[in-house]
Structure formats: C-alpha cells, structure tokens
C-alpha cells in the first residue's frame, strides 16, 4: 500500500479535497506578562507612584476565556506617608481570577492581594490582605506576543500594629493607614502553548 501511495501520482487542483485537518491543540493556554503604569495613591496622604507587576496566568475554556493567575510581584513605589509610620512601601502577591469578555481582547479581573507593608519609621512589617479590580484590553497582538493596557482599583486596608520602644520599654501602637490605589499600566505578555 505504501508503494502504491508513492507510485501514484498527485491530485490536480481540481481533485484537491476541500478541507483540512487540524489538530485540535492544548486546552489550556499559558501566558506570563510584565506590567509597567503610574498609579495614584490616595490614603493618609496623596501621592503619586510608579506600580510593577509580574505574573502568569493560565486561561482555560473553549475559547480560553476564563483566566487563573498568580502575580508574583506587586510593588508599589509612592510618597505615601503617615505620622504614624513614616514613608510607606507596599508590595504584595495577588490570585488573580479573571474572564474574557472578548475572547483574547477585552477581561474582567478580581485579585486577592496579600500585602505586605512596612514603614521607615518602624521596624518590621505588617501583613494585610487587599482586593483589586481590574479591566483589560489587548490592542496589539502578533503571534504569541501582545500589547495591553490595565485600569485597576485597589483597596488595602488599615492596619493597627503594637510596637514596643526598648529604650523606654513603652509600649504602643503603629496605624498603618487604608489605602486607595487608582492604576494605569501598560503589559506586555507572552503567551505559551494553546493551539
């Protein structure tokens, strides 16, 4: 059979068939990004800030519209303050869920941020559990390679941490204050496997 299939020769293109065969691919798609966007911080002061995010995602479905990811790094760079704690950083690890409203284009996005904040004017941290929302559009995509833009919300909120002065040897408390975070940023992502 198989000299047969050799030997015969090609289908002109009028004998071509009129399908083609697929395979049908992974189901599941990978996807890593790095975010990059200004951010107002509103809380015991306002400021503004630079945000850094990177994470990846896993996007299931028929159409890989539902999103599961994991931001590995949230840091929030702002001249935020309280006289409390002095000048505030936060950084975090958010779960992300997420869906396509358009497949590959437009996504709803809830993250569980687990933050971390520390102020200069103490030592140590403290660690606090945010909620963000957020929505996407990707409006470059080449490939696997694409371009986004990312409008979030982010709610963290206050903290009340006991302190002890050990030259005193007083005790009180520290009030990390709740804060507002309003962010514009620009992803590029990569997306790996799928069909």
């Known amino acids: 059979a198989v000299l047969i299939?050799?030997?015969?020769?090609?289908?002109?293109?009028?004998?071509?068939?009129?399908?083609?065969?697929?395979?049908?691919g992974c189901t599941v798609r990978g996807h890593f990004w790095l975010s990059d966007g200004i951010a107002g911080?509103?809380?015991?002061?306002?400021?503004?800030?630079?945000?850094?995010?990177?994470?990846?995602?896993l996007h299931l479905g028929s159409d890989y519209?539902?999103?599961?990811?994991?931001?590995?790094?949230?840091?929030?760079?702002?001249?935020?303050?309280?006289?409390?704690?002095?000048?505030?950083?936060?950084?975090?690890?958010?779960?992300d869920i997420g869906y396509f409203l358009i497949p590959d284009s437009l996504w709803?996005?809830?993250?569980?941020?687990?933050?971390?904040?520390?102020?200069n004017a103490v030592i140590g941290t403290v660690d606090?559990?945010?909620?963000?929302?957020?929505?996407?559009y990707r409006f470059y995509t080449d490939g696997q390679?694409?371009?986004a833009i990312e409008a979030a919300y982010l709610h963290a909120p206050a903290y009340?941490?006991?302190?002890?002065?050990?030259?005193?040897?007083?005790?009180?408390?520290a009030g990390f204050p709740l804060a507002n975070v309003w962010t514009v940023g620009l992803r590029i992502g990569y997306d790996v496997g799928g069909r």
């Open 5 to 24: 299939c050799a030997l015969s020769p090609p289908l002109d293109a009028a004998e071509q068939p009129q399908y083609t065969v697929e395979h049908p």
């Open 108 to 119: 709803v996005m809830y993250s569980l941020q687990l933050q971390e904040v520390h102020g």
């Open 145 to 147: 390679f694409s371009l």
């Open 41 to 57: 911080v509103y809380a015991s002061n306002s400021s503004l800030a630079d945000r850094l995010k990177i994470g990846g995602e």
């Open 160 to 173: 009340d941490a006991s302190t002890f002065n050990f030259s005193t040897n007083v005790g009180g408390s």
């Open 65 to 95: 519209q539902f999103i599961l990811g994991i931001t590995f790094f949230d840091r929030i760079w702002s001249g935020e303050k309280s006289a409390s704690v002095g000048d505030i950083s936060r950084s975090g690890t958010d779960l």
């Open 128 to 136: 606090t559990v945010a909620h963000e929302l957020s929505v996407g």
